[in-house]
């Protein structure tokens, strides 16, 4: 039976695409038929296919399962900007309604495991009475939470991980990813979230300005998911 995981992060450069990369790789790595969906995105460019997010696209190089774009992503605005805000300046509504049914008509595609990328972090806005979170809820699927491991990581950490249990959320996993290369008493940090944190950590990812999806998937472990 596949399994589904709904990816968010403790914010908006945690690393989530990064992360859900390294996560297919490593499911790849095991012989797993992956799949992944970026629901909503904003930030585009246009190419000869029409206009793309970066994010979604490296989720399609990465993933085993053949899938259109649309797919993929079907919710693309132009402009990196807070989805509702984008929302408003195109002239166009989601909800989670919409959004439910578009990931479960792409989840019939046969897979093994699947990941459904946020935008942002936990509590993102898509119009002026619904939350991304509830998509994650809608759907049933438990949360990945990649924590950003830079000064003041835990407090949000802590923080996202409670909104996600009050939520009505099941917190499959985390991982720590360095995303501040510089950043003083790196294991001090990812040893006191190993501390407090119930769940499982999937990984500790460490700065690599050269990190790919295969390196990444070989620091991630799967184990606790499947």
Request: proline share 3%; hydrophobic share 40%.
């Amino acid at each position: 039976m596949a399994k589904t995981f709904f990816v968010t992060g403790t914010d908006t450069d945690a690393g989530k695409t990064f992360i859900t990369c390294g996560l297919l790789e490593a499911a790849n790595q095991q012989g797993l038929q992956t799949l992944a969906l970026k629901p909503v995105a904003a930030g585009s460019e246009e190419t000869e296919k029409g206009a793309r997010n970066d994010d979604a696209l490296k989720l399609m190089d990465v993933m085993s399962a053949e899938m259109s774009y649309a797919q993929v992503n079907p919710v693309l605005f132009k402009s990196a900007i807070a989805p509702h805000i984008a929302a408003q300046e195109e002239n166009r509504r989601i909800t989670v309604s919409r959004l439910t049914g578009l990931c479960r008509g792409a989840l019939m595609k046969k897979h093994d495991i699947s990941f459904i990328e946020g935008a942002g972090g936990w509590r993102v806005p898509l119009n002026d009475r619904e939350m991304l979170s509830e998509l994650a809820k809608e759907l049933n699927t438990p949360v990945i939470l990649v924590v950003g491991m830079k000064l003041g990581c835990i407090n949000h950490a802590l923080l996202t991980a409670e909104s996600i249990v009050r939520s009505g959320c099941r917190l499959a996993g985390w991982v720590a990813n360095q995303v501040d290369p510089e950043m003083d008493r790196f294991d001090e940090n990812v040893a006191t979230l190993q501390g407090m944190f119930s769940t499982p950590c999937l990984g500790v990812v460490k700065w690599n300005e050269n990190a790919d999806s295969h390196w990444t998937g070989s620091q991630l472990d799967l184990t606790t998911l499947l």
